[in-house]
């Protein structure tokens, strides 16, 4: 990394729970690539002081995360389409002055459901209903999927989502009769919820594609019975690696090969 000068371009991230995974992605590739930038994880109790502050002190590139994708919307000048279709904004890019809101988790799952070949025809089943549950359903929206159902207990974020995107909202599981099945929940991330599995045996079996949203760990239990079952797997490090390359490109302007994400993404988990 360049010693500090004053044409470095600062890009920072802004979380209620900050972590090293963003500033190490950004800050190995700024150096692989001999880039004069610098990367910096904060979080705020004042939300419209900070984005008066990317304005005044020209910060290039601001990651946001839970708790500000949706409040921090009135706050900027522009909303790119990947942010207007799920209101929620991930990723703020600073041209002198002017702030444009953009969502690359949108753009990564996006992107993912087209690299994996899925067929529109698939009929979906998308657990969860949460910020990240808005920008899986609103992709397969994108990409004319007409069968997605929606399985949350949550009685009034369930049945909204679903019906924004005109799919279908049930409480409790369907029958396991779904060629995609997606885990947009915390069960299998690591904590309390480590060794359960999002999807029984019977889902995984009948499904031709498992995603699990969780990024930690890359391999949940539901990510390993579906390799051990021979299904096609998505996982949430492919999403999470893809979206922070979609900011870098942004903030930087300078495009990534598979390689270079794939080793800022390996480094970036090594802490």
């Known amino acids: 990394m360049p010693i500090l000068n004053k044409d470095m371009s600062v890009c920072i991230s802004l979380a209620g729970r900050p972590s090293n995974l963003g500033t190490r ?22 939300l419209e002081g900070a984005v008066r502050g990317i304005r005044a002190l020209g910060i290039r590139g601001c990651s946001v995360s839970m708790p500000f994708k949706e409040a921090v919307i009135p706050l900027v000048d522009e909303i790119e389409p990947s942010a207007a279709a799920i209101e929620s904004v991930n990723t703020i890019v600073n041209d002198g002055g002017r702030l444009t809101a953009s969502n690359t988790d949108y753009e990564a799952i996006a992107a993912l459901v087209a690299e994996h070949g899925l067929d529109p025809a698939s009929r979906v089943l998308v657990r969860g209903s949460g910020g990240m ?30 019906a924004k995107y005109g799919y279908e909202w049930v409480a409790d599981d369907p029958a396991p009769s779904f060629d995609v099945i997606v885990n947009v929940t915390p069960i299998g991330m690591h904590g309390t919820d480590a060794q359960a599995q999002a999807f029984s045996p019977e889902f995984i079996e009948r499904a031709s594609t498992v995603f699990d949203v969780v990024a930690f760990p890359a391999e949940t239990p539901l990510v390993t019975a579906a390799r051990a079952a021979g299904k096609r797997v998505i996982s949430g490090a492919e999403v999470i690696a893809l979206q922070a390359a979609r900011q870098f490109e942004r903030y930087t302007g300078v495009p990534l090969t598979r390689e270079q994400v794939e080793r800022a993404s390996v480094f970036s988990r090594a802490e």
Request: no cysteine.
């Open 25 to 46: 992605f950004h800050n190995f590739l700024y150096d692989e690539l001999g880039l004069n930038f610098i990367y910096k994880a904060f979080t705020t109790d004042d």
């Open 133 to 162: 549950a808005k920008a899986v359903v609103a992709a397969f929206r994108g990409a004319e999927f007409s069968e997605v159902t929606v399985v949350a207990r949550n009685a009034d974020a369930g049945p909204a989502l679903a």
